[in-house]
């Protein structure tokens, strides 16, 4: 065996620790003269405003090739500028680019004043308003739902509540299925008392929300990320990125309580939304009546919303017209991967495009596929990936 | 006429009696519970070394502060952030510098190194990871006390029994819990218990009113408390261990590697190998059942302690002239339930229009 001292590069170390604190003070100076971080740039105009939501058109510069506009429904939780986060990281800059119509909803931040709001006030008052405004201003019966992570859980009611206004439903890494302990916030929410938490803060602090995503990873998030950052902290751009991220990471609203009460009990406790058991308001939640051509995305990786949660509404609904693909990556790679802005952004043009016409086109359901869909048996999917030609060309 | 501003002179100082003893009393309060909020679920502020990350930026947020950022509140957090994960770094080297000593002059054999490494400085590295505050037990004991006996209007020190058992077996706990921790709920209560059937019978002197149902909140909630701190100790206990035993698991690790003749050149190698070690190691803790419950458990204790505080505060401000918590929960109520019947109504004539 060789000495134990020729293994180690001591003076090397020392030499590595004392660049980190150099690094470190440098990186004081830099983050101290940043003056602006703007996220959310894509222009766009207030088109109707109910409490604190606020519905906004993007304004297109090109042609819109699709003309079922886009409704994006984004999570409670934290900020919708997460898919325009930054020019070269924005989904929705690819789909205006893309000939897509696009509105966005901003829920807000609620205060005390909004502790009694429920689910049933969110999907069956806030989005369905902003579904009518949308209607009204396109002159559409329907239009295109995209929901996103629990906005896509949203959607997925949305649509099975009213399917005559849904043209198409695109949800992406969107949770259906709570059963599962895949995910560890899926497993901590089965044992935690939501009616103390409620009953306590009325509107659940984000900073309680953050603090339990920080612990998913706690060595990653709180130690390595920083020590990382400090590599690229003399590049303003990079850092400016980097920066742009921690401004959405940390910008968490408040949860309103009796909303959050019944998410977190009726799905993540009882999961009663796969089991066609929720009521919102006074109705009961079908999946079935989910007829509308139907894409879902969930991320291989995802640590947030695993692929366990995602995967089985495909099971449930009652549309023929099923699509589930499979994005190689993580859940905020979804929206701000360099590999999500090449990929998914085509492909969801390009899905809702094909379906864009009237008494729409390629795989509207058969009455035999969707008697089969209703009898609880599943239809054949179709699982696409990138390299599906047909599925990735943009018109 | 002088006499009447005396009176009103003596009538202002004694409302600013008041006051400045409501203030004060608040302030203990809120000292005294300041661990729970920052810390719920869990998850860390940055406890004590958040007063360094002060003292080390002072210049530079000054700066800042005149710089006019729309998002000072941001930078100032990720230059915390960032000295926080950048100490880890320069904390895991301290760590490491006796190893490092020993393996430059040939003193150590692999088997030896984990002798080395200085346990209190790794519980330390740990504690600012997850915001665990070691002295917090013993300042609530001790804030708490002074402030219920404040509360009880009493001077005779009737929580004092409480407060000295308390962190009696509170300083015991970790080494017993090693055995059956189920059973250690039970000693709180049984210390709730003794101090409710001997000292706490003064309290127990008002028939009905106010008064007893405030003196019954308050002994319920030094219960409360009692169980938050063992449920504390319980889960800080699980998180130390998983913290060492990946420890242990990197130098072994290491002392692997230096064994097959591997040679390490950069701290980086060791950082990393750390880092991915920890977070499996956390990874597979947070996976069970046990931990899912216990966190829930703790969380609950959080909230129960928080619960009495704020109906203990609202008992005691029900004779000002301010609104309390349950009446602006009633209030809103009112504007939600409204608001709601407006919209329909609203919604009603727009149809009707149509």
Known sequence: ?395 | MERMKDYFDSWLKSQEQVFGNLTEMTKKYQQALQGFGGNVGGMPGLGGFQDLYNSWTTSVLHALQGSGSADINLLKETISKTLSGSNAYLKLYEIWLPLLKALQERAASPDSYKDMTDPAKYKEMLDRLFGFDPTLDSRITEQVSKLFETLAGSSQGFTKPWKDATEKTLKSFPSLMEGHPEEFMKIFHTLFSAFDSTIGRTFHVPAVGKDREKIELLLRSLDDLSVYLARKTEYEHMMYVTGIRSYEKVIATVADKVSKGEKFTKFDEFFDLWLDVSEKAYYALFQTQDFSKKQGELLEAQLNVRQHFFKLMELYLYDFPIALRSEMDDLYKTVYDLKKKVKSLEKQIVEAHA
């Open chain 1, 1 to 395: 065996m060789k000495s134990v001292l020729e293994n180690f590069d001591v003076k090397n170390f020392i030499k590595e620790v004392s660049e980190v604190s150099t690094k470190l003070i440098k990186g004081t100076e830099n983050l101290a003269g940043i003056e602006e971080i703007d996220v959310g740039t894509a222009p766009k105009e207030l088109v109707y405003e109910e409490d604190k939501l606020r519905l906004y058109h993007y304004k297109q510069d090109g042609k819109v090739t699709c003309g079922v506009p886009v409704l994006i429904v984004y999570a409670l939780v934290n900020r919708q500028y997460m898919l325009d986060i930054q020019p070269d990281r924005s989904i929705v800059r690819n789909l205006l680019q893309r000939g897509m119509d696009l509105y966005i909803i901003d829920w807000g931040y609620p205060t005390k004043s909004d502790m009694y709001l429920t689910l049933d006030d969110y999907i069956s008052g806030y989005l369905d308003n902003c579904v009518d405004v949308i209607r009204k201003r396109a002159g559409k019966d329907k239009i295109n739902l995209m929901g996103i992570c629990q906005g896509g859980t949203f959607c997925g009611i949305y649509s099975a509540l009213y399917p005559e206004k849904v043209k198409n439903l695109v949800a992406l890494v969107a949770p259906f299925d709570f059963s599962t302990n895949d995910g560890l916030l899926f497993s901590w929410a089965k044992n935690m008392n939501v009616d103390a938490l409620v009953d306590t803060y009325r509107v659940i602090p984000g900073d309680f929300l953050n603090s339990g995503f920080l612990m998913l990873m706690p060595f990653t998030l709180n130690i390595r990320k920083y020590v990382d950052m400090l590599d690229v902290v003399e590049d303003r751009e990079t850092l400016l990125n980097f920066l742009r991220m921690e401004k959405w990471i940390f910008d968490s609203p408040g949860q309103a309580g009796e909303c959050l009460r019944q998410f977190m009990k009726d799905c993540y406790q009882d999961n009663k939304l796969i089991k066609g058991e929720l009521r919102v308001g006074d109705r009961l939640v079908d999946l079935r009546n989910i007829t509308m051509p139907l894409l879902n995305i969930y991320a291989s990786a995802d640590h947030l919303v695993p692929p366990a949660a995602t995967r089985p509404l495909n099971d449930c609904v009652g549309t023929a017209d099923k699509t589930l693909y499979e994005f190689k990556g993580g859940h905020i790679g979804v929206f701000v991967g360099s590999k999500s802005q090449k990929e998914l952004a085509p492909t969801i043009a390009t899905w809702l495009h094909d379906r864009d016409g009237e008494g729409h086109t390629k795989a509207s359901p058969t009455p035999e596929h969707t008697r089969t869909a209703k009898t609880g048996q599943t239809t054949p999917e179709k699982k696409h990936s990138p390299k599906d030609k047909g599925l990735n060309k943009t018109k």
